[in-house]
């Protein structure tokens, strides 16, 4: 009895030793956070995004102020000749109908224009 006992422990112990020992727990991730895989996706997204969009050629031919600080600015964007009020916006059409333009300032010297959804801004003179 006390060989089979023995055998048993011996076996049981051979046994525990062949078993791959468990990993440790990995830290949880930050949810918030994208991982290393999808953040250089993102990135190449962005990128290519950015050297698709361009701003179309603008310039001005002339403005009309009146007064009362309101006022127009006549513009040529790729040929093809604008007129855009102060506060208003104007949509593009052809390869730039995804843009629109708003003249956010105009004075005497010089015209300031958004273009949206860009975010980038036009000084004409």
Known sequence: MKHLLM???LLT???LAQQPHPEPPKPQADP???DEALQKLLMASVQNTASLINVPSVQ???KIIQSSGQGLVIIEVNKQILALKKGSTLSLSGQYSHLS?????L???N???EVLPLKQTLRLQ
């Open 7 to 9: 055998i048993y422990a």
């Open 13 to 15: 112990a051979a046994a």
């Open 32 to 34: 918030t956070q994208p």
């Open 60 to 62: 001005m031919r002339g």
């Open 101 to 105: 333009l708003q003249l956010t300032e």
């Open 107 to 109: 004075t005497s010297e």
């Open 111 to 113: 015209a300031t224009i």
